[in-house]
């Protein structure tokens, strides 16, 4: 008896069949290993994400195609992008290229799926890498766009990040990057002295800006003088700009009516941050001193972020229709500052409480200085901020994270307004001078009291004092001090991110009984904790990899172990 064979097959997948067809699922599970956008990642994550997903591309066919998806998202230089070319020849340590372009090539398969583009020099630490990079040439450029006869190079790109140095990777940055821009692109940012001169902001910048017709964010900084005043006309026909960012900090050459004209025409922005000063911090302009509704605006501004350059007072080359609106406000101090008197900051403080959109203070400064404690509590007294971010070494008697949380939680004015401060970030360094400690570092102590008074800190940095696990409430042993924190009602604290700098000797090693131990107290103290991380996020710090990671994976551990034994129906072994 004859028989129909499809009858016999299986009209539904297996599961497995069904994963291994699905390419957007399996997309999304290699993100796992190289995320859309991996820019935060440490050079180390980044060189391991991409040798898994080569791995997985090589592993089977169905796996091909979204490994590959994930590697070529993102691109930190065009060199890998360059050397799939075919006919490609080196002349004199530069790439140049011949021939045709195959609707079939490599180039064009994987040059369409690059959203992603993050040029910038190698890293401080690898000041002479073993071989000079090897040049672009403008003639493979010319080729490579006769070839494709007006498409895009990167047809798909969202993002452009680019740091211009003295060598870019043998790459004319001016030459490629109004062939980068197009309708898809987003977000552009431009860092470097390079992009102060004339032939950017003549030639190239204003080619951008007919290219990028639905740009979202921009961000040019440089830092040296040599600004002249049509620099920013470019960007007043980027309309479509929702964050734009301007740090010029020394380009005197920039009119301030630039600014009235870039907040009159750009309507659509919601975040704007300013770093734009003139010369000796005067402006004559009438402008600067009127608010929104005397200059007839109406601003969509909810975020703006301004940065003032004087000691003693609010930067005048901040007009009043933004101050108006500040939302953070970073104080730039001189070099080698040394403030120990509180009523330095007087005038200072007094024209950020008219602020009432102000919500986040950075002080900081590019070498050297160092405060009083005593100049930093009118912050936390007088101002109802969410964040505090001191970067200058605090000059302190001891901790001086006792009295700032005691200001902020404990210590506000008589006004009965509530504490509002969710994230408090103090310098890493730890110093002697004259004699006197600064920064001196926290202890387990302050810890203690963090976990006590600071309900609704979310995120703490802060440098930790070499004997910090010596310093106990009490004076008590730590395996002690878990004993009791088991006893008392669970902690309501907030605290949810810590990052740290660990003071102590490196070499001197961390005992399982002591960091188990001061796992359970951070678990104890901070319930929401969801992570502590270095500084800089720099996983290779000693202190890191020799203690905190081990000290924070356990945290981890009996975190876990909390959270389980508190589902209901669930048991978990002390």
């Given at each position: 008896m004859a028989t129909?064979?499809?009858?016999?097959?299986?009209?539904?997948?297996?599961?497995?069949?069904?994963?291994?067809?699905?390419?957007?699922?399996?997309?999304?599970?290699?993100?796992?290993?190289?995320?859309?956008?991996?820019?935060?990642?440490?050079?180390?994550?980044?060189?391991?994400?991409?040798?898994?997903?080569?791995?997985?591309?090589?592993?089977?066919?169905?796996?091909?195609?979204?490994?590959?998806?994930?590697?070529?998202?993102?691109?930190?230089?065009?060199?890998?992008?360059?050397?799939?070319?075919?006919?490609l020849h080196i002349l004199d340590n530069t790439y140049y290229f011949h021939g045709t372009l195959p609707n079939d090539s490599a180039f064009r398969q994987y040059a369409p799926k690059i959203r992603i583009l993050d040029l910038r020099?190698?890293?401080?630490?690898?000041?002479?890498?073993?071989?000079?990079?090897?040049?672009?040439?403008?003639?493979?450029?010319?080729?490579?766009?006769?070839?494709?006869?007006g498409h895009l190079i990167f047809p798909g790109l969202k993002k452009v990040e680019?740091?211009?140095?003295?060598?870019?990777?043998?790459?004319?940055?001016?030459?490629?990057?109004?062939?980068?821009?197009?309708?898809?692109?987003?977000?552009?940012?431009?860092?470097?002295?390079?992009?102060?001169?004339?032939?950017?902001?003549?030639?190239?910048?204003?080619?951008?800006?007919?290219r990028l017709g639905s740009l979202k964010y921009l961000l040019i900084k440089f830092t040296n003088r040599n600004a002249a005043s049509n620099l920013c006309d470019p960007i007043l026909r980027l309309t479509t700009l929702e964050n734009l960012q301007l740090e010029f900090s020394k380009a005197e050459g920039i009119p301030p009516n630039m600014i009235l004209r870039l907040a009159r025409t750009l309507t659509k922005l919601t975040t704007l941050v300013l770093d734009i000063h003139f010369s000796n911090h005067h402006v004559s302009d009438e402008s600067f001193r009127l608010g929104?509704?005397?200059?007839?605006?109406?601003?969509?501004?909810?975020?703006?972020?301004?940065?003032?350059?004087?000691?003693?007072?609010?930067?005048?080359?901040?007009?009043?229709?933004?101050?108006?609106?500040?939302t953070k406000f970073i104080w730039k101090l001189p070099n080698r500052t040394t403030i120990t008197d509180p009523a330095s900051f007087a005038p200072v403080i007094e024209s950020l409480s008219k602020m009432t959109t102000l919500q986040f203070i950075k002080v900081h400064t590019n070498d050297g200085g160092s405060m009083n404690?005593?100049?930093?509590?009118?912050?936390?007294?007088?101002?109802?901020?969410?964040?505090?971010?001191i970067e200058l070494p605090i000059l302190s008697a001891g901790p001086p994270l006792r009295p700032l949380i005691e200001a902020a939680f404990t210590g506000r004015l008589s006004d009965s307004r509530p504490a509002t401060l969710k994230r408090l970030n103090?310098?890493?360094?730890?110093?002697?001078?004259?004699?006197?400690?600064?920064?001196?570092?926290?202890?387990?102590?302050?810890?203690?009291?963090?976990?006590?008074?600071?309900?609704?800190?979310?995120?703490?940095?802060?440098?930790?004092?070499?004997?910090?696990?010596?310093?106990t409430p009490g004076g008590v042993s730590l395996q002690d001090w878990v004993t009791a924190l088991r006893g008392v009602p669970r902690s309501t604290c907030t605290l949810q991110t810590m990052v740290i700098c660990d003071g102590r000797d490196a070499s001197i090693g961390t005992p399982f009984e002591e960091a188990s131990s001061i796992a359970q107290i951070l678990d104890l103290l901070f319930p929401r904790l969801v992570s502590i991380k270095p500084y800089q996020d720099d996983t290779s710090q000693v202190y890191w990899t020799q203690r905190w990671a081990y000290i924070e994976n356990l945290r981890l551990s009996y975190k876990a172990a909390r959270t389980a034994a508190n589902r209901p129906g669930l048991a978990v072994e002390p």
């Open positions: 129909d064979d499809t009858t016999n097959e299986n009209p539904h997948p297996s599961s497995s069949s069904a994963v291994l067809q699905n390419q957007e699922l399996l997309t999304n599970i290699f993100r796992h290993y190289l995320p859309w956008d991996p820019r935060s990642l440490q050079k180390s994550e980044l060189r391991e994400g991409r040798m898994r997903l080569r791995d997985l591309a090589l592993t089977c066919k169905a796996f091909k195609d979204p490994a590959l998806n994930c590697l070529w998202t993102f691109m930190d230089s065009l060199i890998p992008l360059v050397k799939i070319l075919p006919n020099p190698p890293p401080a630490s690898q000041p002479n890498p073993p071989q000079e990079p090897i040049a672009i040439s403008a003639q493979l450029l010319v080729y490579l766009m006769r070839e494709l006869e680019i740091r211009h140095f003295a060598s870019s990777g043998g790459l004319d940055v001016f030459s490629v990057l109004p062939l980068m821009c197009s309708s898809s692109v987003h977000s552009v940012a431009l860092l470097g002295n390079a992009f102060s001169s004339p032939l950017f902001r003549n030639c190239c910048l204003p080619a951008m800006s007919h929104e509704t005397e200059l007839g605006l109406s601003l969509n501004l909810n975020s703006v972020v301004v940065t003032s350059r004087l000691p003693d007072r609010v930067c005048p080359c901040i007009p009043q229709f933004l101050l108006a609106r500040t404690v005593a100049t930093v509590l009118p912050f936390l007294l007088q101002l109802s901020l969410q964040g505090l971010t103090l310098a890493h360094a730890v110093q002697v001078a004259d004699g006197v400690r600064l920064n001196d570092g926290i202890t387990l102590e302050c810890i203690s009291q963090v976990s006590q008074n600071a309900i609704g800190l979310e995120h703490l940095s802060a440098a930790l004092r070499p004997s910090f696990t010596s310093s």
